[in-house]
C-alpha cells in the first residue's frame, strides 16, 4: 500500500476494525445462503503527508454503478442542501447567467434548489438509479464518474463552472490525484469550488470509527484538505465547520491565480487541528482504544436488555451502521430487525450482520421496548420522529460518539 496523495510507502496503523462486506451491499433474500466476501477494514496514516486512508479493496464501480442511498430520505439532509445553495446564491452571485456544477449529486437533493433558484445546473452522478430520480425532480443529471476526461467533455459541452460543489465525495475516489483534475478542469478560471467532508477531528478525538468503511477511502484534516487540493492548482481560502455527520467541514478554494489569502477561519480551524494532534503522528494514537471502549459499552448495554427480556429493534439502515454492527458483532440475537425510510432496502438484510431490513411503521405495531438509532448524526431529526415511541415508554438509544438515551421532551442521559 502506497499513500494516494504523496506515493509514500511509510503508513502507520490507526484502527483496525477486521474484515467487513462493503457497508451498501444490501443482501436479498436470494442471497443470504451464498457467500458474502469480505475485506479489511483498516485505517491508517501516511507518515510523509498525514492522509488519513484505507486500501482501495474496492472499486467505485462495484458500489456506485447502483446505489442504495438515496440523500432525500432524510428531510434535514434536504433542508442542510437548500440552505447551502441560498447562501452560495447571495455569496457568490449566482443568477441566470452562472452554473452550478454538482459532482456526485444523487438523487437532485441540492441541485433541485438551484432549479427551484432559476440558476442554471448539471448534476455529474455515476449511479444509474439515484441520476434517474434526479431527472425525474427536472434536474439536469448526467451518468458519468469524475476524472480529467469527464470534466473535459462536460466544460466543452456546457462551458465552465462558476460554483462546483462535492459533498460527501471527496472521500469516496480512490483516485484522488485524477478526482482533483477532474474538479480543477470543471472549474472556470474565476470560479469556487465547495466540498464538504467529514472533518479528521471528531473522528480521532470522539473514535467515530463508524464513519469508517470501504467506501471512504480517505479522511481528511483542513491540513491534508489543502495538500490535496494543491495537486490540481487550487488554494484553500475559507472553510466552515458544520455538523453534518458528526462533524465535518465545509472548504472553499478557487484556482491560484484567483484566490486570496486563507481567511481567519481557515487559520482558526489549522490551530485547533495543531492543538488537537492531527498535524503529528502521535495525536492519532488513541483511536483503536476509543473504538474498543464504543463496541464494549454497546455490547454491554445490549446483553444486559435481552437478559431483561426486552426486544430491541433498531432505525435505520446507513453504511456506518453497517460498520458498527460487523465491528461489534451484532447480530438477529440481539437486534431483532432494523426499519429505514428507503424502500430501496425493505426486504433486505444488512451486509454481513444479516439484520432484516423493514419499513418504519413495523415499530409502531410491534413497539419494541428499546430502539437503537444507527444514524446517530441525525439525532435531532430522528428524536423527533420517533417522539410517539419516547413518550410511550420506548428507549431510543444513540450508540456513538457515546452511548446515550433520548428521554421524554428531548432530555439526553447517559446509558
Same mark, same amino acid.
Given at each position: ?25 444490501? &443482501?436479498?433474500?436470494?442471497? &443470504? ?7 479489511? @477494514? ?8 498525514? $492522509?488519513? /486512508?484505507?486500501? +482501495? $479493496? ?18 434535514? !439532509? ?17 443568477? +441566470? ?24 445546473? &448539471? ?5 444509474? =438509479? ?13 451518468? +458519468? ?22 459533498? =460527501?465525495?471527496? +472521500? ?10 477532474g474538479l480543477r478542469g470543471l472549474l472556470a478560471d474565476d470560479g469556487w469550488l465547495s466540498i464538504e467532508v467529514h472533518?479528521?477531528?471528531?473522528? *480521532? ?46 472548504? !472553499? ?6 484566490? /486570496? ?37 454497546? @455490547?454491554?448495554? $445490549? ?20 460498520? $458498527? ?37 413495523? @415499530? ?7 430502539? *437503537?438509532?444507527?444514524? !446517530? ?11 410517539? @415511541? ?26
Amino acid at each position: 500500500m502506497q499513500c494516494r496523495l504523496c506515493g509514500s510507502s511509510r503508513l502507520r496503523s490507526v484502527v483496525d476494525l477486521g474484515a467487513t462486506p462493503p457497508c451498501e451491499k444490501f &443482501l436479498t433474500a436470494d442471497e &443470504l445462503d451464498l457467500p458474502e466476501p469480505t475485506y479489511p @477494514l483498516h485505517l491508517r496514516i501516511c507518515e510523509e503527508c498525514l $492522509l488519513l /486512508q484505507i486500501p +482501495a $479493496l474496492i472499486i467505485p464501480e462495484e458500489t456506485f454503478s447502483e446505489y442504495a442511498y438515496f440523500s432525500s430520505f432524510s428531510a434535514s !439532509w434536504v433542508d442542510h442542501a437548500r440552505r447551502f445553495v441560498e447562501t452560495s446564491i447571495d455569496r457568490l452571485g449566482l443568477d +441566470a447567467d452562472s452554473l452550478v456544477v454538482e459532482v456526485a449529486s444523487n438523487d437532485g437533493y441540492l441541485l433541485q434548489h438551484a432549479v427551484a433558484a432559476g440558476v442554471p445546473c &448539471l448534476g455529474i452522478e455515476p449511479s444509474v =438509479n439515484v441520476g434517474e430520480a434526479a431527472r425525474e425532480r427536472g434536474v439536469p443529471t448526467v451518468t +458519468a464518474f469524475l476524472g480529467p476526461e469527464t470534466a473535459a467533455a462536460v466544460r466543452a459541452e456546457h462551458g465552465p463552472a462558476d460554483l462546483v460543489v462535492a459533498n =460527501n465525495v471527496y +472521500a469516496h475516489i480512490p483516485d484522488l490525484l485524477g478526482f482533483t483534475q477532474g474538479l480543477r478542469g470543471l472549474l472556470a478560471d474565476d470560479g469556487w469550488l465547495s466540498i464538504e467532508v467529514h472533518h479528521a477531528l471528531p473522528l *480521532v478525538a470522539e473514535g467515530q470509527f463508524d464513519t469508517i468503511y470501504h467506501e471512504h477511502f480517505q479522511y481528511y484534516s483542513v491540513l491534508t484538505a489543502q495538500r490535496a487540493l494543491a495537486t490540481a492548482g487550487l488554494t484553500v481560502v475559507d472553510v466552515e465547520t458544520i455538523p453534518t455527520h458528526g462533524g465535518s467541514i465545509r472548504v !472553499w478554494a478557487r484556482p491560484d491565480g484567483v484566490a /486570496q489569502a486563507p481567511s481567519d477561519r481557515v487559520r482558526a480551524v489549522l490551530r485547533a487541528e495543531e492543538e488537537a494532534g492531527l498535524h503529528d503522528l502521535a495525536g492519532y494514537a488513541g483511536v483503536q482504544a476509543l473504538a474498543e471502549r464504543a463496541r464494549q459499552d454497546l @455490547l454491554r448495554f $445490549l446483553l444486559e436488555r435481552r437478559a431483561e427480556g426486552k426486544r430491541i429493534a433498531g432505525y435505520g439502515a446507513p453504511g456506518k451502521g453497517n460498520t $458498527l454492527l460487523n465491528y461489534c458483532g451484532i447480530r438477529t440475537d440481539l437486534l431483532e430487525y432494523t426499519v429505514d425510510r428507503n424502500p430501496y432496502k425493505h426486504g433486505r438484510f444488512t451486509p454481513g450482520a444479516r439484520i432484516p431490513i423493514h419499513e418504519p411503521e413495523r @415499530l409502531d405495531s410491534d413497539r419494541p421496548d428499546v430502539v *437503537v438509532v444507527l444514524p !446517530w448524526n441525525l439525532e435531532t431529526e430522528i428524536t423527533e420522529q420517533l417522539r410517539h @415511541l419516547v413518550d410511550a415508554g420506548t428507549e431510543l438509544v444513540y450508540p456513538m460518539p457515546h452511548l446515550h438515551a433520548a428521554r421524554p421532551h428531548a432530555a439526553v442521559t447517559e446509558v
